[in-house]
């Protein structure tokens, strides 16, 4: 799900917060021992959450005050908050948002408090990296996920075919398909979905070609050459019955209950590391994880473990120090892990993680060891995606691989539609 934050709204909120600031105002709610904490999610999220600052507030004695709101709802309130010189102490950042948040002075930072409130030294480089903007550090990863294919690994049994590793390739899964085809599993089952539809297909297809999804920014980093050799290759895999039917892939409109792995169209989806359990939940067959397939044997993956959440401090708060030693504590404190568990994604501290996996169930130490073990699936963080990229993917990447996959564009002119349409939506900034 993804959202465009209303940018009058985000630029009245700056102004407003750099107007304070230059007046010596100071914001009502700051008080030495009271903290206040927004963050969006659901209720298993707040309920975790709200454990760990009732342990705070008994560790330090600091009051806690945390809202928290779904996505649709959380961005215009702290815009809101913003505007009125009234943000948080601690909001919860998006990779999508941090650049722009940053750039604007609406969220503080932090390299201050490292080495002090802050203790960042074993904390994983790459999520540590994804919190900064122009060099300084302006959010704490509070999880880390990839992108994954999930496999029904029955139904790879009982084609007669070895399960993909994350050795696996596109060719492999080319004779995949052919062998799934042959032997005629559950009435036709194919061995992946549709991937042109998919974003984070494209995205990780584009990084084993030494490009991006998009520049530092905001452009687009790949060109119509791309885009027509991504299309033509899903356009050949259709064509030998690899991958399902637009028909069928037609029937997937979000839910997981209506992916092509839980409708039993297909052994294997794109998905994201920390729906595994969600997906085993559901299902009866086992469910495996493995990496994206490389473009060939042997080169590395364009894989990345993308920050799924980040704390930032109020670039208005009064109480930044008090704030950057929550975050120290909401990130380290082994008990603290036990309670957020996974949910946030992988924790970024080994000691935490230690902490964390004999708590998890089989498949959540199977999600934790997979994105703490990526290899050389694992490559840099792209730059963050600039706002338009929902649109782009919901308009442009999805309509455009169902139009070839009914056959009313070819491969060519999806290519061409794709490169221009993401260039005019991206001018609209």
């Known amino acids: 799900m993804s959202i465009r934050l209303d940018r009058r709204q985000f630029l009245m909120g700056s102004s407003a917060l750099l107007a304070a600031g230059a007046a010596g105002m100071s914001p009502s709610f700051a008080q030495a021992q009271s903290l206040r904490l927004l963050f969006w999610g659901g209720q298993d999220r707040a309920d975790r959450t709200y454990g760990v600052t009732d342990l705070y507030t008994k560790a330090k004695g600091t009051q806690m005050e945390a809202e928290f709101l779904a996505w649709n709802d959380y961005w215009p309130k702290l815009a809101t908050q913003t505007a009125g010189g009234n943000a948080p102490d601690i909001v919860q950042m998006d990779y ?20 002090g409130a802050l203790q960042l030294d074993n904390f994983d480089a790459d999520q540590l990296e994804g919190g900064k903007v122009d060099g300084k550090l302006y959010g ?78 905001g452009k687009l980093a790949f060109d119509e050459d791309d885009a027509i050799a991504w299309y033509t290759l899903w356009a050949d895999l259709r064509a030998a019955g690899v991958c399902v039917s637009a028909e069928d892939q037609a029937l997937d409109t979000g839910p997981l209950e209506t992916t092509m792995i839980v409708l039993g169209k297909a052994a294997a989806i794109p998905a994201n590391s920390n729906q595994l359990v969600g997906f085993q939940a559901i299902m009866q067959d086992d469910v495996g994880m493995v990496g994206y397939p490389r473009m060939e044997a042997g080169s590395g ?8 959440m980040f704390f930032s401090v109020g670039g208005s708060s009064a109480n930044k120090e008090a704030a950057a030693d929550f975050l120290n504590f909401f990130i380290a404190d082994p008990e603290a892990a036990k309670i957020l568990g996974v949910e946030r994604g992988i924790p970024c501290l080994p000691s935490t993680r230690e902490v964390v996996a004999p708590t998890l169930d089989e498949k959540g130490q199977i999600a934790l060891e997979f994105v703490a073990n990526l290899g050389d699936l694992l490559g840099a963080l792209p730059p963050p995606p600039p706002p338009s ?10 309509t455009l691989g169902q139009e070839v996959g009914f056959g009313a564009k070819t491969p060519e002119q999806a290519g061409r539609d794709l490169v221009a349409g993401a260039n005019d939506i991206l001018s609209r900034g």
């Open 140 to 217: 704490i990863s509070l999880g880390a996920n990839s992108v994954a294919t999930l496999i029904n690994t029955a139904a790879f049994a009982e084609a007669g075919v070895d399960a993909p590793t994350n050795a696996w390739s596109y060719d492999d899964l080319m004779a995949m398909g052919e062998a799934f085809n042959s032997a005629n599993v559950r009435g036709g089952m194919k061995v992946i979905a549709d991937g042109s539809y998919s974003e984070p297909m494209l995205h990780n297809w584009l990084r084993q070609r030494g490009k991006e999804l998009y520049t530092p920014d």
């Open 96 to 115: 999508r948002y941090i650049v722009e948040y940053a750039t604007r002075n609406a969220i503080a930072p932090l390299d201050e408090f490292v080495g």
């Open 389 to 398: 990229a929902g649109e782009i993917d919901a308009s442009l990447i999805r």
């Open 301 to 308: 993956g364009g894989h990345y473990r993308k920050p799924s």
